[in-house]
DNA sequence: CTGAAAGCGCTTACAG
DNA sequence: CTGAAAGCGCTTACAG
């Protein structure tokens, strides 16, 4: 092959036309006659052109290109969602940056300019700590939020799964399965998803006139994985070996959720029997451990399809889309966790 | 905050200096006073000013820009790697596209040519079915291949776990926990580092004598996850169940491993005890399952960070690197599956 | 149906 | 220390 990238001045001297000619071929956009249009590509075909996308992108103000901000790729609904979403916009000729912010805000500010330089057509926001806004763009580009409040509702489209829901069944599933001390488990730093979450199970306890306090709530302080581990492991020590004051469990994820039955069963905890547990989103891991453990399944597949089919229309025609709120359905699933 | 990009011509204007001199002091390349320079940064800062890099892309013939070609990005080791790989290269400065192929080759192809044409400073290509070469870009540009054999070896890097000896440590394990008839159980479609596999496998039947056949090499013709699944089972059925032929599974990956521990589960066979199991990768799974399954691990931390290495040294100074075979070495993590 | 020319936002030799 | 100008590879009104 050619080492070096041949450009449309080439193709247009070999074709013995000019530059705007071939420019009109390839676009297919504008007049010519069939005879120079065949002729045009037989040249490219022959020299292996491509167009410079860069320099394309440079006169067009545009790149093709969207990103995706996302706060751990290493999370099984994250990285799910986010390769549906790459799937599919490449099929309509996109391509897709992916920035993982480790939850961290210079990080996600850093991706932000670098994306905005990058003249990406769209932005996709996954999940993260604040409310996002595009305030933090110095450009109006479309913007579709995952599971992320957007700041203001002009031009932006909001989706997320029904965690109000999800979350009801939860603590319902925990309530029928015959817990009568139900705590939830979820983290300090919360995002709006777990906020819809917490909501969902304090609206139970109230349904059903359960008192609910500080007790019901425990929220795991910010620490790494294996103090995390730790962290629970201690917990459920004091709470449901020594003291027996706890015998249900919502864990606001199945990364939670599977770590409680792991150090559940370090312990000697008998689950279900002394301690039901359930949590949310369907990891692998959820249908693998012994017992396994109940969740809420998200439709991740639902979620990328809507965000894209939202995010393509906002590109192609700006502005026209009214911002929405959609809450993708959740599922129950039930396990031997909750007694199944 | 403003709604329309600024440009260097403008900072150039508000400054009252040529848009040279502002490229200079942003760049801090060339001379200028410290006096201008102070006053061109305030400028800059006061209109919140943010280089466009695709200008400065199609200018450099750069665009600080790799991108990582992937088979599947919710394999654990691949989507450890990459994830590991764009926290190293965001950290130097670049950006990463990741381009998920679902081992398609059509799809590979149109993602190389996207990513030349946004002009990529690098390329790592991350497992895959056949070898790679830069034969297939137009342009030669620093390339490293992770789990892919390079066609060629000029300027091309390639790393891999010691795919090798881990396969030995495996089947050895299988050995030692007192299996006597065993098989390797792979895909029909291989990768480089699946032979790498089967060969080590091989030669720990030839150290110990004992005799191999095609019987003991069973490969899964291409379908779904969940063919592939009734495919295992029915496997296990026949072997393990029905004759008893085979009392030891080396599993070409975890993902194959946990599937033959849930089959055998369901079918009651009894694991380690009439079945002896090991995988390879260390997924989250392989810990949960119970029995746990004994597997050799990877050090995706170690891969990425040597590709990572050699990219960077490739872009800065092309051509000066020869080119390198680097095999990281695995661990053997024994669990229950093989008895311990 | 086709071409000459301007311009997208940068960088950098060249000249002073 | 600084500026005018060319050029990276494209697209597109304008003119014919």
Redesign the pocket.
Known sequence: MNKK?????E??KLS?????????V??N?????????KRILKIIEENN????V???S????KSNTIGIMVPDISNFFFSSTVQEIERIMFEQGYSTIICNTARNIDKETAYLRMLE?KMIDGLIVISGLREFGIENMSKQIPLICIDRKPKDNDNTAFIESDHLEGAKLATTELINAGATKIIIMMHALTSSSQEARLNGFVSVFKQHHIPISDHNIVKIPKMNKEEEVIYIKNFLQNNCVLSKSINGIFAINDSIGVTILKDAKTLGINVPHNLKVIGFDDIPEASIITPGLSTIKQDYREIAKRACEILLNNIKSPGTITPIKQEIPVTLIKRGSTGT
């Open positions: 990238n041949i450009s449309i001045k193709i247009a013995g036309v000019s530059v705007a000619t071939v420019s009109r390839i676009n956009n504008g007049r010519f006659s069939e005879e120079t249009r052109y491509s167009t410079n860069i320099a394309k440079l006169r067009m103000k330089s």
